[in-house]
């Protein structure tokens, strides 16, 4: 139930996935504790410790943490200032035969912080797909628009012609470097295991009587029981707040990238080039009627610059650890690992949504390359005059002087480009009139831009996809809430 008179994280209703706010959510985070002491019961139970039957039924029974069990475990939590202890208390209340052994051995990392490296796997597993479909749906547009000229731009300022293709594989390979990072991050990812209070296992040693083959068998059972391929040999008592940097670089990363594409797209609605999808009932200003702002974009501007500054907090929390732990990392942990997975999740459905419906204006397009065109075209024109027999520096130099009076009557007097009109009126370009349009084809100024194009998506992004086909396949277009 959602209460209007408190404050809460925009994220949950407004811009991130069901599947995202749950993973995160109370009852998650509490059940997956209860998961991992089951699953370190029954190692122990394996390996001969004497943990009846019983116990692990009642544990098995009562995985999902109730509202009830949330209310204990608040009580006990105000009594002992503990969290966990007091999870400890109220899986006990719940499945009473097991009491006794819950949490036996271990320290409270050994749910904290193997549940975390669960939800940050978990977490890079229903992002890396979402991504894969944003990358997906830009390499359809870029395939469409390979061959379409538009106005390249440097220093914000119009040159040479590239493609609107091309111009989207510039964000495309952006993308496919967050893909990677990403992968990477989630490959690299270990378990932290059953180590004990500093990481040495101490207390598992002395559980099973000295024997190290039990204490590094238990940590291999848990580890499997997790779904993880290994465990780190090396930790404190927490797993290294280097991992939690690790994985929020390379999503700061990708907020990053989303700023970057945002932006792109602002400019060119500015222009009225390209838009993001615009609904028949959607208002874009509650003064100017007639305007359709960018809003998405906007959004995906916003959230990128959240999530590309949240690194710092995993940064600093890693740097300040001491020896081996500091409870300052604690409360914000609660804070910033959540918020980046939500925060990425709610730029990939926006991402997702402005890329399944782009709308290109290639009218406008053409017109704003026509304005441009006749100055890009005046080295053609030389070279024209040139192998006509005519001389390069008279050529230049009547260019010259004609772009002047071309270029001030747009600037000075708000006209049209006339550059055209007045080399055809110039008695020294006859022998080029004819050429003319050939000279000014669009087509002839964007250079390998369709050819990159195709090498880029058949060579690069397609086998990148290739292991996603199944969530491709579907064309999912994401919807975004408000």
Known sequence: MVSHDIWQPPYGGRYASKEMEKLFSPRTRASTWRQLWLWLAEAEKELGLDIPAEAIEQMRSCLTMTDHDFEIAAVEEKRRRHDVMAHVHAFGQAAPAAAGIIHWGA???YVTDNADLIFLRDGLDFLLPKLAAVIGKLA????????LPCLGYTHLQPAQLTTVGKRACLWIQDLLMDLRNLERARSDLRYRGAKGTTGTQASFLTIFHGDHFKVEELDELVTKKAGFHSAYIISSQTYSRKIDLDVSNALSSFGATCQRIALDIRHL???????????????????MAYKRNPMRSERIHSLGRRLANINKDASDTY????????????????LYIPEMYLCADSLMILLNNVCSGLVVYPAVIQRRIDEELPFMATENIIMGVVAKGGSRQEAHEHIRVLSHEAASVVKQHGGDNDLMERVRKDQFFSSVVDDLPKLLDASTF??????????????????????????LSNGYTAEISV
């Open 107 to 109: 320290t409270s990392c």
């Open 140 to 147: 359809s547009f870029a395939q469409e628009y390979k061959d």
């Open 446 to 471: 964007i250079g390998r831009a369709p050819e990159q194009v195709r090498k880029f998506l058949e060579s690069e992004v397609h086998p990148q996809l290739e292991k996603y086909s199944t969530h």
């Open 269 to 287: 609605a500015s222009f009225k080039e390209v838009e993001e999808p615009f609904e028949k009932d959607q208002i874009g200003s509650s003064a």
């Open 319 to 334: 740097a300040s650890q001491i020896f081996e732990r500091t409870l300052d990392d604690s409360a914000i942990r609660r």
